[in-house]
């Protein structure tokens, strides 16, 4: 358990370094409870991963990328063209250390303890979200739905049995449909699958980008947000915090949060605490002006992409690459979605298309860090979402807001401590 903050008598001054959805969740729920919030971030609103995910509002994403045989499959994946893993082989060297750990995780086990810390803010991502937008402006873009996995056909979905038995745990519940149940729940997808798992009270944001940026105008109100990078910052005796902020000079807070994401890694040292975030580059191919729209998400699950509806658009999204925060966009990752499109969707046509790439945040664990800076009073930290941050977000904000301002959050925290990371507990893990 962490330490109990005492509650404050009068509203805090807090910071939040970070406008992506969950930086901009923990603003919402720090003003609502009456704090004063000023949001930084060096580029602005939604730039990073929080316009650039699949969409989904996936409650039941709680198994992680690193499942029992992963290890085994890399080479094969490596290699093979139609897998939608990437790598820029100068860039292992520099990932090393973060693979070993990471992998050290894929087993039946870990996996399983992942699950059920994910489950602790997954699960109720739709009522999250409507509460965080609800009286915003960003409300419309929330669009309820069921969610889809559609496989060639039952064999192929009793791969993934273990996966479900971990949505399973969670409380997810699912629906199997077969054959011409299929046809009639996605008829657009005419044959490209027999076998479809549905589950309902899922959801996708209709304009992820527009959707966060419409939250942190409504967390703005008439403040500005501060366009600045942070370069250095500092715990007083009176357990105020300064930072410095380039172009800005030195600004001083009762509390600052740390959600900047995949660049939470760049300020390890700035944190003298260990944040074993590797960047997880994704990809996206959004296709305007479809000739179908289909009602729902669907998760092509032998190809592991997503086709999610949008305003005037399809998303399409699910590539995975390690190439670092530096390196240009590939082509070969939009290449792969393309390919896929039409090899599910034959007939899809569209008008123009738009690629994106950004960084999702890859914690060792994939269990984001959420809470207090190991070492430090009034420095919070929330990041590493891995690929749930969309569905996360709101919750992880607001869970955040309630423990900045000395209450205890809904969710036992422990799990996502940000201090299991440090170098005792390192080693006191592996034995």
């Given at each position: ?28 729920w ?18 990073g ?34 897998s ?18 990471y992998?050290s ?16 803010l ?6 999250e979200?409507?509460?965080?937008a609800?009286?915003?402006a ?10 889809y996995?559609?496989y ?25 449909l ?48 501060v ?27 009762d ?15 700035l944190?003298g605490c260990?944040?074993?975030v ?20 669907v ?17 399409l999204?699910g590539?995975?690459?390690?190439a670092?925060?530096?390196a ?8 792969l979605?393309?390919r ?21 945040p ?49 969710v ?5 401590d940000?201090?299991r990371f ?10």
């Open positions: 358990m962490q330490a109990q903050a005492s509650k404050p008598e009068k509203p805090l001054s807090v910071a939040v370094v970070g406008a992506g959805i969950v930086g901009v969740s923990a603003a919402i720090l003003q609502r409870a009456g704090h004063d919030v000023t949001l930084i971030d060096r580029e602005g609103a939604a730039a991963a929080s316009a650039g995910n699949g969409g989904v509002l996936a409650a039941c994403a709680v198994v992680p990328v690193t499942a029992p045989g992963l290890i085994k499959n890399i080479p094969s994946m490596v290699l093979d063209r139609n939608p893993l990437f790598l820029k082989y100068g860039y292992l060297p520099k990932m090393a250390g973060w693979a070993m750990k992998l995780h894929a087993n039946a086990r870990d996996c399983a303890r992942t699950a059920k810390g994910l489950a602790q997954l699960p109720d991502s739709l009522r979200h409507q509460g965080l609800e009286g915003t960003a409300a419309r873009y929330i669009k309820p739905s069921s969610y996995y559609l060639a056909d039952e064999a192929a979905a009793s791969k993934d049995a273990f996966a479900w038995s971990l949505r399973a745990d969670a409380g997810i519940k699912t629906k199997s077969q054959g011409e149940a299929v046809k009639a729940a996605l008829p657009d997808f005419n044959g490209a699958g027999d076998f479809a798992i549905a589950m309902d009270g899922h959801g996708s944001i209709a304009d992820p980008k527009a959707y966060v940026e419409t939250l942190a105008a409504h967390a703005l109100g008439n403040k500005k947000l366009k600045a990078k942070l370069q250095d910052l500092r715990e007083n005796e009176d357990g105020t915090v300064t930072l410095a902020l380039e172009g800005e000079g030195n600004k001083t807070f509390r600052v949060l740390i959600a900047t994401g995949a660049q939470s890694r760049l300020l390890q040292d944190l260990s944040i074993p590797e960047t997880e580059r994704g990809y996206h191919l959004d296709l305007y002006e479809p000739s179908f729209m289909p009602d729902a998400p998760m092509v699950a032998g190809a592991k992409f997503v086709i999610t509806p949008m305003e005037g658009r399809i998303r999204a590539t995975i690459e390690f670092g925060l530096e240009e966009a590939s082509d070969k990752p939009i290449e979605l393309k896929q499109v039409k090899a599910i969707l034959p007939g899809l046509t569209w008008r123009g298309e738009v690629p994106w790439m950004g960084h999702r890859a914690p060792t664990d994939s269990l984001p860090l959420l809470g207090r800076v190991p070492g430090k009073r009034n420095t919070f930290i929330a990041t590493g979402h891995h690929h749930v941050g969309m569905t996360a977000g709101p919750k992880s904000g607001r869970l955040m807001a309630q423990l900045i301002a000395g209450e205890v959050p809904d036992d925290l422990t799990a996502f940000p201090a440090s170098k005792n507990q390192e080693q006191h893990h592996h034995h």
